[in-house]
């Protein structure tokens, strides 16, 4: 019997709003370095690719609060100096990261919280496993969904990282449930299934962009129960 519902956020729950192209482009003109979107666009496949290369070399980063802002500064130093700010590309980079501390630049997607809801309606509890700095907490309950939320896990916050198998551990512990009583679901092969099923939890990938062709993840958190077979109980 299934007691307990574990979840992602980044690409799971929640997406940056409007996007991060946009939040970068207001944070540069408030400081009177005025870049188009189109411009700013073009450049976040080198951003995604300088994340992608640092967290391929050494992942723990995410374990530690300074080490998971200093990555992030990095991409956005990055992006300042290829679109020629160099002078003030460091503490641009900072003042980015500081605005993705804010609700108001986070969404949670429309299925989130009816999904929430469900889970809870059928006795179970929620909680949260991400990779992810302090902030994470407050964030939730700033976005209205820390009423339905049992317990938030980040990274940076307990020292340990997905897969690490102790966060997931951590987690099924904190909610007083056997790991093969919970269900993980997250958008990341590596962090979040084979880390969740590495302790035997059931684990759910959700692609919500459409790029995952193994046809085993599901779109939305609305086909979450179809997908585990709970309709038919």
């Known amino acids: 019997m299934t007691r307990a519902v574990f979840f992602d956020v980044g690409n ?6 409007p996007s991060v192209s946009e939040v970068c482009r207001q944070v540069l003109a408030r400081a009177g370095h005025t870049r188009d979107l189109e411009s700013i666009d073009a450049l976040m496949p080198l951003v995604d690719a300088y994340y992608e290369d640092r967290y391929r070399e050494d ?5 530690d609060e300074g080490e998971t802002s200093g990555v992030w500064v990095g991409m956005y130093s990055l992006l300042a100096r290829q679109l020629g700010i160099h002078e003030d590309a460091e503490s641009l980079a900072r003042s980015v990261y500081d605005e993705f501390g804010r609700a108001d630049r986070w969404a949670a997607y429309a299925d989130v919280r009816p999904a929430f809801l469900r889970v809870r309606e059928r006795g179970m509890r929620v909680g949260i496993i991400s990779n992810w700095d302090r902030r994470l907490e407050s964030l939730l309950s700033n976005l209205g969904l820390g009423d339905l939320i049992d317990t938030v896990i980040s990274s940076a916050a307990v020292g340990l990282r997905k897969p690490d198998p102790r966060i997931f551990e951590m987690a ?3 909610l007083g449930v056997a790991p093969a009583q919970a269900v993980h679901v997250g958008d990341h092969h590596y962090a979040d299934i084979l ?3 590495s302790v035997g939890m059931r684990a759910v990938l959700i692609d919500r962009h459409g790029i995952d062709d193994t046809g085993e993840a599901i779109g939305t958190l609305d086909q979450l129960e179809a997908y585990l077979g709970w309709d038919n109980e």
């Open 12 to 17: 799971t729950l929640l997406y940056p709003y």
């Open 59 to 63: 992942d723990t980063f995410w374990t």
């Open 172 to 174: 099924c512990d904190r």
């Open 195 to 197: 880390g969740a099923t």
